[in-house]
């Protein structure tokens, strides 16, 4: 058995009690409101049972995101004034849609190179990996280095090579450290399929950061003091030379991401290159498991059925 909670537990207990708080005349009536309550607590935990064995599909297909997760994904300056990170974890998602069957891994770069998930057919666990991605706060940043990345790319890329090997590698491609974009062109014998997904715009977005991470904090714009020692609204720009130069590197496209649908002629192009390279589609077996709350539905609303009889005949009297 497992839970699987549509609101969590505590904030569920916490409305539970203030609807017992509200406590009505008379025992029966009482005792009908908390049977009500135990059953939107009960319905709300999901209680999930045992259902057999499921079988799922899945094919030799490796997709590895790997993304920018620095101060500047966090510019505004996507499709008007959105910010490049939110922007990204919804093309994710759409990316994963139009590839199943497919395993995938999530790789963030930013001060170091990380890898926040390993190769998985369970996208929801993907998107929630993805969706943690929340750029570096101002006094954790320490710059970004393109080069870091691309070199451990390589590495991983080597100990996964009997799989189709898809790649998207996601940033603006803005380098703030003190080095230049190094060519590594051993990646394209590496990377079967994939793109290089470019975020941001020519004239640059504002970034609003946090200092430290803290719910109660806001984010503040990110600013810097010019010559002059007047401050300015620092902006982030992309560099699509350096994106063109990895996707060269690669052997993939480059899309520039102004909006979900620049993607799609890219998809269906990688869609056929997996067709034509005819990777071999296997089985699995895992327990599966089934829904109760339905079960729990019928005396619910014979309860409210009751609630709402017995007040409509006490409003006409």
Known sequence: MILNPIIPVWLMIIICV???????QGIFHYIRQILVVLLLFAINLRIMVPNGEVTTMKNNVNVLFVIDNTLSMLAEDYNGNGR?????KADCGYIMEQLPGSSFSVVSFGNDVKTLLPYTIDTTNVQQ???SLQGHTYY???GTSL??????LSKTLKEDDEFFQVVFFISDGEITQKEKLRSIPELKNLVDSGAVLGYGTEEGGRMRVYSYFDEESEP???YYYDDLYTRQTALSKIDEKNLKSIASDMGIDYVHMTSQSEIDR???HIQSQIRQAAPSVTSDSTDGYADTYFYLLPPLLLLLAIDFVYYKRKVKL
């Open 18 to 24: 203030i609807l017992l708080i509200m406590k009505r």
């Open 84 to 88: 490049r990170i939110d922007a990204m």
């Open 129 to 131: 990996a993805i969706n």
């Open 140 to 142: 954790h940043a320490q």
């Open 147 to 152: 080069n870091d990345v691309l070199q451990e």
């Open 220 to 222: 503040e714009e990110l």
């Open 266 to 268: 890219t998809l269906s």
